[in-house]
């Protein structure tokens, strides 16, 4: 694949712009600088890498981003009343078309994933794909037993036919819930709290399958999602 292909695979503007960017001298491959937008390589997916102003970037068919959400942002490209949680991210990726792969809340804080594989989302956002997400919730009253039973036997929200019960719930502490379902129903985890008789004042979603959120990872920041933690979204959490 040339060069001029590569930036723009990897959204680095229109195949003019990429070409600039070349010609400009602002591309590199290795240690070495390629003005030739027609310089061919040869690609290997997450094992080629170049350089555009001094940044580098690995070449990816498709990008699978992790993304720290913090609060006050929206998982939309027109947000309405926050900021987009795609500010957040380098301007190549919306490029890309990048997308959300589910939702979290303008409040809700923690592990978010984004893809323009398009595949990809759609698997990981149908309602048949079983997946255990793994919420901490702080609730404005304190935790009882019979309040975590209630969780795990299922509760009945409004407009759902049966009652959903959680896949495990358990106190962190007086006002801290750790709380794991399968559904990804709107609002379902603030509203299952709710039914139980309590409040959820602040929502972070800690894992998704066997994938946990590293505690490295600063709010707003991100990183690439690599082929071991691809693999641990399917599986079950260890321990």
Not at 94 to 100: I, K
Not at 207 to 223: K, T, V
Not at 229 to 235: E, K, P, R, W, Y
Request: include cysteine; hydrophobic fraction near 40%; charge should be negative.
């Amino acid at each position: 694949m040339n060069l001029e292909s590569i930036l723009f695979t990897q959204g680095f503007g229109s195949r003019r712009q990429c070409r600039a960017l070349i010609a400009d001298a602002r591309v590199a491959v290795g240690e070495t600088v390629c003005t030739d937008a027609d310089a061919d390589f040869l690609m290997t997916d997450g094992a080629f890498s170049f350089t555009v102003d001094g940044v580098e970037w690995p070449y990816c068919e498709h990008a699978y981003l992790l993304l720290n959400k913090p609060a006050g942002y929206e998982c939309s490209r027109d947000p309405q009343h926050h900021l987009s949680v795609f500010s957040l991210l380098p301007p190549q990726f919306a490029e890309r078309g990048v997308q959300c792969v589910g939702r979290l809340d303008q409040d809700t804080t923690g592990l978010l994933l984004l893809s323009d594989d398009g595949k990809f989302v759609h698997r990981f956002t149908s309602p048949k794909r079983k997946v255990p997400k793994l919420y901490v919730a702080t609730t404005r009253h304190p935790l009882d037993d019979t309040q975590l039973a209630a969780l795990r036997d299922g509760v009945l929200l409004h407009g759902e036919p049966k009652p959903i019960a959680a896949v495990a719930a358990e106190a962190r502490g007086e006002h801290s819930l750790a709380l794991s379902v399968m559904e990804g129903k709107y609002h379902q985890v603030k509203r299952m709290i709710a039914a139980v008789g309590n409040r959820c004042e602040a929502l972070h979603r800690e894992r998704i399958g066997g994938l946990a959120l590293p505690a490295s990872l600063a709010p707003g920041a991100w990183q690439w999602l690599d082929q071991t933690g691809l693999d641990a979204l399917g599986s079950l959490p260890s321990g």
